[in-house]
């Protein structure tokens, strides 16, 4: 299934980083655990939106939208029915990817920043809606003491659940990037012109991206209220939108894990700087110009720039 | 297999082609020709879709396909290279080619399974047929521009095209790689049957390998005709060839 697609050496360190992740909890503190979690649900979510915006070069820049709508939708139906969780948990990504086809079926007739533009809009609407819909959502308080069945219902067996979802989606996506559909996303990333004269039917392909990104924030949304246990409409507000964006350049956006390591250091920058001042985005706001002008393919992309010569240089040296 | 029939179309006041005609019949190896300003790239952007035309109409294969979208045409059984390089420059060649193959696999949506191990074969088969198999998994943005210009040809040529429109294929060239270049048309076109259409700034190239010529004039449609007729005719020597 994955002949040719990963190599050896990194399997063998996603293994060793997937093992340490699996003994911590027990060790840790937890407030790390807590965190740790926290930073594979963003993970999740960052990686969601890099499938298009990375590797679509499709400016999803309202994507917070489909993380909250995935978080409402399963909150609601626990808070609010009693239908089994497992529902709650499939409706959750469903209704994302819902939204996603619809706010992506007007957003795909535009392109590159109109698209964008058009989605904040269109994204705020939602937002707006969550907002006031006290009713029904609770508006700004949001909805709080979700219940959690026994098997979630600790920090440390939650924190497992969310690694364990985190690693299925991973490989979904890394395998959706590697198939057929992924390649000719990356085509009409690079020339969307030439793309439509070999045959593609650009629109209808950036459409589906959408759908399965916004499915992914949908589990990511999920995987908070699992953690969190309660929703709020900032996790639909375009501020959430923008830091998503962010860990894609700062992680960098044309790699595969870059996001992760860009959410990682997001929410890591928010819980640590943010002890010392609530204008942790300053220091923010200063990484990001050292970024543009000393890392302009993100963090993962320097490193991977870094070790890729010497990787070739020794496999030149054993050919001869 | 190609008829285009009284075609117009304007940017605004502008007409860049007008009362347009052409016919290529099918195995046949057509060249447009034409000063610059002509018409000739507007024509072919008119005839994959990428432009609408005004009126008139384009026949492939007895269907009006005019107003189109291009991945309909391309579909079927039209593809085309551009005057302009215009490739995948990310990918490696190898993918630049296969995304075409996998486009007229119709498997461009699937998820599953990893696209390396697919259409391996017919992507190096035609990598292989334009003599690009040395430099596959170099990426395509790092080629020289001639070999880019081929590149352009072999993903056309991924799409299995019925009729192959080459838009200006040796444009920006060395006289060597134009000579490669001519021999690869001439071998897709007489040993692969395949029916061609191009346009080409080069009158030795033009009449040595088209077996018909259509001249293009301030968007008009002169002549189209054998080459040793076009070469007679008066009013293409006035308009392009210099005359007397």
């Known amino acids: 299934m994955f002949r040719g697609i990963i190599d050896l050496k990194s399997l063998w360190a996603i293994g060793a980083i997937f093992f340490i992740l699996l003994i911590l909890p027990p060790i840790l503190p937890r407030f790390y655990t807590y965190i740790l979690a926290l930073i594979f649900v963003t993970s999740l979510l960052a990686m969601s939106l890099n499938l298009v915006l990375g590797h679509g070069m499709i400016f999803q820049f309202h994507h917070g939208v489909f993380y909250g709508v995935g978080a409402y939708t399963v909150a609601l139906m626990l808070a609010k029915t009693s239908l089994p969780i497992w529902v709650g948990f499939v409706a959750g990504p469903v209704a994302a990817a819902v939204v996603g086809l619809l706010i992506g079926w007007f957003c795909v007739r535009l392109t590159r920043l109109y698209f964008g533009m058009l989605q904040i809009s269109l994204g705020s609407l939602i937002w707006a809606i969550v907002f006031r819909w006290y009713s029904f959502t609770g508006g700004d308080d949001g909805i709080h003491g979700i219940p959690m069945p026994p098997f979630i219902s600790s920090l440390n067996s939650a924190y497992y659940f969310i690694l364990i979802v985190l690693v299925i989606c991973m490989i979904a996506l890394y395998l959706i990037l590697k198939s057929p559909f992924g390649s000719t996303l990356e085509a009409i990333r690079d020339n969307p012109q030439r793309c439509e004269a070999v045959g593609v039917n650009v629109r209808r392909h950036q459409l589906m991206a959408i759908v399965i990104a916004t499915f992914f924030a949908g589990i990511a949304g999920v995987l908070f209220v699992v953690l969190e246990r309660s929703v709020f409409p900032d996790l639909l507000f375009w501020v959430l939108s923008l830091e998503i964006c962010i860990m894609c350049l700062l992680g960098g956006w044309f790699t595969f894990a870059g996001p992760m390591l860009g959410a990682a250091i997001m929410v890591a920058l928010r819980t640590f700087v943010g002890i010392f001042t609530e204008y942790w985005t300053l220091i923010l706001g200063v990484i990001l110009i050292l970024l543009i002008f000393f890392l302009p393919e993100g963090v993962m992309g320097y490193f991977l720039e870094i070790f890729k010569p010497q990787a070739k240089e020794g496999a030149e040296r054993r050919g001869e | ?244």
């Open chain 2, 1 to 244: 297999m190609l008829q285009v029939e009284a075609v117009d179309k304007s940017f605004g006041d502008f007409m860049a082609v007008c009362q347009a005609n052409l016919r290529v019949e099918n195995g046949e190896l057509v060249a447009v020709i034409g000063p610059n300003g002509a018409g000739k790239t507007t024509l072919f952007n008119l005839i994959t879709g990428h432009l609408w035309p005004d009126s008139g109409k384009i026949i492939f294969k007895g269907e009006d396909i005019s107003g189109l979208p291009p991945y309909q045409i391309c579909k079927k059984g039209i593809a085309r290279s551009f005057q302009i390089v215009n490739i995948f420059p990310r990918l490696t060649v190898f993918g630049n080619v296969q995304v075409a193959v996998l486009s007229q696999q119709r498997r461009s949506s699937d998820l599953f399974p990893p696209a390396q191990n697919l259409a391996t074969e017919e992507t190096n088969a035609i990598l292989k047929s334009v003599g690009l198999s040395a430099k596959a998994t170099n990426i395509a943005g790092s080629l020289s521009h001639g070999d880019q210009k081929i590149l352009e040809m072999a993903i056309a040529l991924g799409n299995e095209p019925e009729l192959l429109i080459l838009d200006e294929p040796t444009a920006g060239m060395s006289p060597e790689e134009t000579a490669a270049t001519l021999g690869l048309i001439k071998n897709l076109a007489g040993t692969q049957g395949l029916t061609i259409l191009f346009c080409e700034h080069d009158m030795d190239v033009v009449f040595s390998i088209a077996q018909s010529i259509m001249v293009m004039h301030q968007g008009r449609t002169l002549i189209q005709a054998k080459p040793e007729e076009v070469r007679e005719n008066r009013e293409v020597q006035e308009a392009y060839l210099g005359g007397e």
